[in-house]
């Protein structure tokens, strides 16, 4: 049974897609088969992948719109065990597009549904907007991660996204689960990186991973050579931070399941 992952947070600019990708590939590195799904209309995780956007191609838009299937949207990429859907610049027009078909916020899931379990995992990078996009990621997904950097609104933003996942659970009766809090673009050289990490594990306690990601060059640098911080530069603090929190996140997934199988 896969588990699908919502990699969101409403602003922008905190390290979502670099979280997508690295992630990704640093479970496809414990030969994991994991997808990536690209929900942003700037298409970053597809260029950040390596994968070229061919207009030709079925992409994200077109899935959610019917007019493809999601097997047929899947491209492999450089990295072994690890598969995308891409997303394009027509993605722009789905928020509009979907407004007026019936199920609207269910489209990413029962599109998924075919293919999901073909995965061990499933990426799925969301755009800097709580819009239809967002909210069909997160009704696909079995629970959510939210990348957050140290700084003075990030309180305010999580708790507005607190909010929505509030209210999914409600109104669409789904269990949309907290993945787990990232900090990235971790200094802790400054007071201010400090006192917003220690407020997020006060108020969200076992929530917020253990492992945090640094300020890098390198992480910043790869996705212009269309590849993961493992293709880049392995040796790196930013590739040994994403490979930490793949095993952080697997322990987290092997304690979930023990406790439901004890139910």
Do not use: W
Not at 107 to 130: H, K
Not at 183 to 190: E, I, K, P, V
Request: hydrophobic share 45%; charged share 25%.
């Amino acid at each position: 049974m896969s588990r699908v992952f919502a990699v969101a947070n409403q602003k922008g600019g905190v390290g979502k897609t670099t979280t997508a990708i690295n992630l990704a590939a640093s479970l496809a590195a414990n030969d994991l088969k994991v997808l990536v799904v690209d929900s942003d209309p700037q298409g970053n995780a597809t260029t950040g992948l390596g994968v070229v956007k061919e207009p030709t191609r079925p992409s994200i838009y077109h899935v959610l719109l019917g007019e493809a299937a999601a097997a047929d949207a899947i491209v492999s990429t450089s990295f072994d065990g690890l598969d995308l859907i891409s997303a394009d610049k027509n993605l722009v027009g789905a928020n509009l597009e979907l407004i007026g078909l019936p199920d609207r916020e269910f489209r990413l899931r029962e599109r998924l549904a075919p293919i999901r379990d073909n995965y061990d995992f499933v990426m799925i990078d969301c755009p800097p907007a709580l819009d239809l996009l967002t909210l069909n990621a997160l009704v696909a997904a079995d629970a959510v991660l939210v990348p957050i950097q140290c700084e003075f609104f990030a309180l305010e933003g999580i708790s507005e996204l607190m909010d929505t996942i509030d209210r999914i659970r409600e109104s669409l009766s789904h269990q949309l689960q907290i993945g787990g809090i990232l900090l990235t673009m971790y200094d802790d050289r400054t007071n201010l990186t400090r006192q917003v990490a220690a407020d997020l594990r006060q108020f969200f306690g076992d929530q917020v991973f253990r492992t945090s990601i640094p300020r890098s060059v390198r992480l910043a640098e790869a996705p212009s050579f269309g590849k993961s911080i493992l293709a880049y530069d392995p040796r790196s603090r930013g590739a040994e931070s994403y490979i930490q929190l793949a095993k952080e996140l697997l322990d987290h997934e092997q304690i979930r399941k023990s406790a439901q199988s004890t139910r």
